[in-house]
């Protein structure tokens, strides 16, 4: 495929996504292989991921998926049915990340002894699409947007994930259509989340401190919100949406270093420069030294709730 764009958006751009200039032809503006246009449609925020290092403290922080919720998931989307062929169960994951959600499918799939299926995993930013094929190295990964599955055939794919990233792409009209253009008629779509649970006073805290940063960005999110299904349920194109959003929980244990880590692997966080993000580390810092349910403790539980929601094609 090829794209076009201008010289000025060239000089604009901070992407770390290699930029092939080898191929510009005589009308100048033509390059082959360029991510750019693709990268248009992931939040700035969400680009604070690509930033050295970023991928690895994610993937050190971010808690894992308790597979009970993705047993249960998995089967809301018919993956754990058997797959008698002769075509794989083709399963798409949007938004894969370091792969944390993609391994608790694998370990699902082995204590249910599913074969014959194949998943496609799907990442924008280059630097997560290396530590996924570092932490899941037998699982496929395509380095695109939800927006541009241009990889996948219309009517082809038996389930699409997406595991704490739908929200980075559901005011993006493409890639509802893309992700409805995949399916194969019937086939499901399947959204997870885990979301920091607000119930505690220092974690309300901090996620509100945050949340400005984010809705001051085209995005505008920062973690699950029901509101972002409202482009499926108003699509015309799913059916049968269903939803378990309390039966799972999820903690972790973390010191004040982790806290502050945990922190560092936020998007908006991870995103900030210099002043800005010192800024927002020491508020975190501060929170924890003076909340009264932190302030004399070393360990700290960080709860979270996790959202489950499915819908049908067509
Ligand atoms: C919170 S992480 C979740 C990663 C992984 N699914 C997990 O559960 O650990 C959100 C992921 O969505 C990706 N993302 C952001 N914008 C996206 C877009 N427009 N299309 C697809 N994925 C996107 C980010 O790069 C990031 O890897």
Known sequence: MIY????????????????LTSNLNQFGLKLRNFHLSKMESVSEAARGWSNPGVSNIYEKTRPDYNLDSVEFLLEKVGALKPHLGPEPFTIVELGAGTGKFTRAVLKVFEKHAVKNFKIIATEPLREMCEKFKEMVPNVEILQCPASDLEGLTNNSVDCILAATSFHWFYKDQKAIEEI?????????????????????????????????????LKFGINTYDEKALIPLRDHGGFVN?????????????????????????????????????ELMLKAIEQEMKT??????????????LKKLHWFQKI
């Open 180 to 216: 409805h253009r995949v399916l194969k008629p019937k086939a499901m779509l399947g959204l997870i989340w885990y979301l920091p649970d607000r119930s505690v006073s220092w974690i309300k805290n901090i996620e509100e401190m945050l949340d400005p940063k984010y809705e001051a």
């Open 4 to 19: 076009r764009l201008s010289k000025l958006s060239i000089l604009k751009s901070k992407l770390s996504t290699p930029i």
């Open 291 to 304: 909340n009264p349910e932190t302030k004399n403790e070393e360990k700290y539980i960080f709860k979270f």
């Open 241 to 277: 949406e269903g939803a378990d959003v309390t039966s799972y929980t999820y903690t972790q244990e973390f010191s004040l270093t982790d806290v502050i880590d945990r922190y560092k692997g936020k998007s908006v966080v991870a995103a900030a420069q210099g002043a800005e993000k």
